[in-house]
T-cell receptor, first 114, second 113 residues
Framework: DQQVKQNSPSLSVQEGRISILNCDYTNSMFDYFLWYKKYPAEGPTFLISISSIKDKNEDGRFTVFLNKSAKHLSLHIVPSQPGDSAVYFCAASARDGNNRKLIWGLGTSLAVNP | EAEVAQSPRYKITEKSQAVAFWCDPISGHATLYWYRQILGQGPELLVQFQDESVVDDSQLPKDRFSAERLKGVDSTLKIQPAELGDSAMYLC???????????FGNGTRLTVT
C-alpha cells in the first residue's frame, strides 16, 4: 500500500509558466517532507523540504505547500525552465524511536517545453 | 559542494557471480544509506547506518546481500550470488542526522546477465 502517492506520472509545461507537482500521503504521523529531482543516470538531488509545523517553504523558484488536514503537499516551480525537466520525487518521514525512515512516491516526470 | 562518491558507475556481471559497490559519504555525515531504485519506482531503502552500526536492514535480502561500514566512514555493499532480478540502480546517500536531507551519490547501475 503506497503511503506516499504521486498520482500524475507525467506533466508537461511551457517554459516560463508555473509547474505544480502534487503529492498525497496517508500516514498522519509523517512530520517531515522533502522533494527531490532526478536526472537520468544521476542520483536524486535534494530540492526543498518542509516540516509539519509549517505550511509553506520557499527557496528561489521553488515553493512547497503543505496542507496537513488534506494530507497533501505540492511543489510549485515558477518560472519553469527547460533545465527543470526531470523526474520529481516526493518523500515523507516519521519518527520511529531514535530513527527516521523515508517513504518515497513513484515520481512525476516533468517536461518543460521551450 | 561536497559530494557522495560511489564506484563503479556501471557494473555488468553474470548471475551467480559476486559484486561489490563502494560509497564514500560527505565528510562528517554520520548517517549512511544504501538504496535500490528500479526504473519507474522510488528508491527502496536496503540498509541504514548510524556511524558504524546498522540501524535498519529490514529490507535487505540477507541471504545474498551484506553491507558494512567498518570505521564509520566509507561503506561497501555486496551481493553474492547475483540474480537477474538484482539489476537496478544502487544509490548511496548520507546525511548529517535524522532530521536533515539525504544527499545522494550518482549510483551504480548494475546489470546482471
Amino acid at each position: 500500500d503506497q503511503q506516499v502517492k504521486q498520482n500524475s506520472p507525467s506533466l508537461s509545461v511551457q517554459e516560463g509558466r508555473i509547474s505544480i507537482l502534487n503529492c498525497d500521503y496517508t500516514n498522519s504521523m509523517f512530520d517531515y517532507f522533502l522533494w527531490y529531482k532526478k536526472y537520468p543516470a544521476e542520483g536524486p538531488t535534494f530540492l526543498i523540504s518542509i516540516s509539519s509545523i509549517k505550511d509553506k517553504n520557499e527557496d528561489g523558484r521553488f515553493t512547497v505547500f503543505l496542507n496537513k488536514s488534506a494530507k497533501h503537499l505540492s511543489l510549485h516551480i515558477v518560472p519553469s525552465q527547460p533545465g527543470d525537466s526531470a523526474v520529481y520525487f516526493c518523500a515523507a518521514s516519521a519518527r520511529d524511536g531514535n530513527n527516521r525512515k523515508l517513504i518515497w512516491g513513484l515520481g512525476t516526470s516533468l517536461a518543460v517545453n521551450p | 559542494e561536497a559530494e557522495v562518491a560511489q564506484s563503479p558507475r556501471y557494473k555488468i556481471t553474470e548471475k551467480s557471480q559476486a559484486v561489490a559497490f563502494w560509497c564514500d559519504p560527505i565528510s562528517g555525515h554520520a548517517t549512511l544509506y544504501w538504496y535500490r531504485q528500479i526504473l519507474g519506482q522510488g528508491p527502496e531503502l536496503l540498509v541504514q547506518f548510524q556511524d558504524e552500526s546498522v540501524v535498519d536492514d529490514s529490507q535487505l535480502p540477507k541471504d545474498r546481500f551484506s553491507a558494512e561500514r567498518l570505521k564509520g566512514v566509507d561503506s561497501t555493499l555486496k551481493i553474492q550470488p547475483a540474480e537477474l532480478g538484482d539489476s537496478a540502480m544502487y544509490l548511496c546517500a548520507s546525511s548529517l542526522g535524522r532530521d536533515t536531507p539525504l544527499h545522494f551519490g550518482n549510483g551504480t547501475r548494475l546489470t546482471v546477465t
